[in-house]
Antibody, heavy 121, light 110 residues
């Protein structure tokens, strides 16, 4: 069965960086893109970007382009995201999700369990 | 403010049918597929509808989706207390070159 398992919670100080992993299993990792979506406490969903595990192409939300990087390791079927220069408003649960579509859309059919990132001095 | 507009809350009695609207524009809903998600408290979102009206395997046919012009609608029939959750619509926005979500609608089953 398809599973996405994310790394554990993080507590970071403002200005630091955070790296989250998302290990996929149960499907051919390189056949799907992986998206990243975050959710601040009590707030809605915010799309961050996606990465093709096939060719490494990425698409990033404009407001994060300077601080956000996505990578994949096809040898371990793992996707990674890194967010730099953390601010308090980056405190959120970060999700990875499998992109089930072949066209640009919000078709995320499997999700990781979420990783809480707390940014606090 | 979200690019896609959803009502903050809806409510209905068990067994009834409820609809949740999602309003956008020609740059998003009008020309792209819409998906719907259910988020139960403390859990990850779950895909309910994709490509406007398609249900993934395992999603009961009590859940339905439709799209007309620049708006989309999620319908939930035969409401159960377990349907209490926040529901989100999402789609691609061609002008923003980004995925956009609605602000979410909290469903209460009275």
């Amino acid at each position: 069965q398809v599973q996405l398992v994310q790394s554990g919670p993080e507590v970071k100080k403002p200005g630091a960086s955070v790296r989250i992993s998302c290990k996929a299993s149960g499907y051919t990792f390189t056949a799907y893109s992986t998206a990243w979506v975050r959710q601040a406490p009590g707030q809605g969903l915010e799309w961050m970007g996606w990465i093709s595990a096939y060719n490494g192409n990425t698409k990033t939300a404009q407001n994060l382009q300077d601080r956000f990087t996505m990578t994949t390791d096809t040898s371990t079927s793992t996707a990674y995201m890194e967010l730099r220069s953390l601010r308090s408003d980056d405190t959120a649960v970060y999700y990875c999700a499998r992109d089930g579509a072949t066209v640009a859309t919000a078709h995320y059919d499997y999700w990781g369990q979420g990783t809480l990132v707390t940014v606090s001095s | 403010h979200s690019v896609l507009t959803q009502p903050p809350s809806v409510s209905a009695a068990p067994g009834q049918r409820v609809t949740i609207s999602c309003s956008g524009s020609s740059s998003n809903i009008g020309n792209n597929y819409v998906s719907w998600y259910q988020q139960l408290p403390g859990t990850a979102p779950k895909l309910l509808i994709y490509e406007n009206s398609q249900r993934p395997s395992g999603i009961p046919d009590r859940f339905s989706g439709s799209k007309s012009g620049t708006s989309a609608t999620l319908g939930i029939a035969g409401l159960q207390t377990g349907d209490e959750a926040v529901y989100y619509c999402g789609t691609w926005d061609t002008s923003l070159s980004a995925v956009v979500f609605g602000g979410g609608t909290r469903l209460t089953v009275l």
